[in-house]
């Protein structure tokens, strides 16, 4: 790559268990194992063991569109959790949860009826005989630290898998973990105008 040449944005299935960062003093694995583009950064966070959709960049403007809370971009997740959610579980997370002392913003919640289709995750999740899992399809429109691993607890259902699928116009697409593309430039029209 022409180094005169500004890097692009780049839509990445982060795996489980990668640092959404460059470096670490720690040598755990990191998103340069898998991104050799110069001057690209990541336009938010996504946890250690959380995985899915990232957009990284080097456009500052971009960065702002996709963070700041006040442009309110929807941020879907597949989020597997213990135990069946009843409604009044997701009537609670469709109006906000309190979480240390602040209410999130209202988010979309539904029950999927089905194990959404995802790649096997190098860890296995912990089985329990006794206790059901369920995948919800959860879309907040905010992002404060482990908030959907924080709201999923609060309503009793702790989340056991958290794979980001979709931010704004931008989904994941058919990206297997470990792969990125370049965005498209509809795709950051749409996140620019």
Not at 25 to 51: H, M, W
Not at 84 to 101: I, N, T, Y
């Amino acid at each position: 790559m022409d180094l005169t040449t500004p890097a692009p944005t780049i839509v990445f299935n982060k795996p489980y268990g990668v640092l959404p960062c460059f470096t670490d003093p720690e040598r755990r694995p990191t998103l340069a194992d898998y991104i050799k583009l110069p001057g690209v950064y990541a336009a938010g966070r996504l946890d250690f063991d959380s995985e899915g959709l990232m957009i990284l960049t080097s456009n500052g403007v971009l960065i702002h569109r996709v963070t700041d809370p006040e442009h309110a971009w929807p941020k879907v997740y597949l989020v597997q959790v213990e135990r069946v959610p009843d409604e009044h579980a997701l009537r609670r997370l469709r109006q906000g949860v309190m979480l240390k002392g602040v209410r999130t913003r209202p988010a979309e919640a539904r029950l999927l009826s089905d194990e959404p289709e995802l790649p096997e995750r190098p860890v296995p999740i912990r089985y329990r005989k006794s206790v059901p899992t369920a995948w919800l399809e959860l879309t907040i429109r905010e992002g404060q630290n482990r908030q959907v691993r924080r709201m999923t607890a609060a309503v009793g259902h702790p989340t056991l898998r958290l794979v980001r699928v979709a931010i704004g116009p931008i989904t994941l697409g058919t990206l297997r973990p470990g792969e990125w593309r370049p965005a498209t430039k509809r795709e950051l029209g749409e996140l620019l105008g």
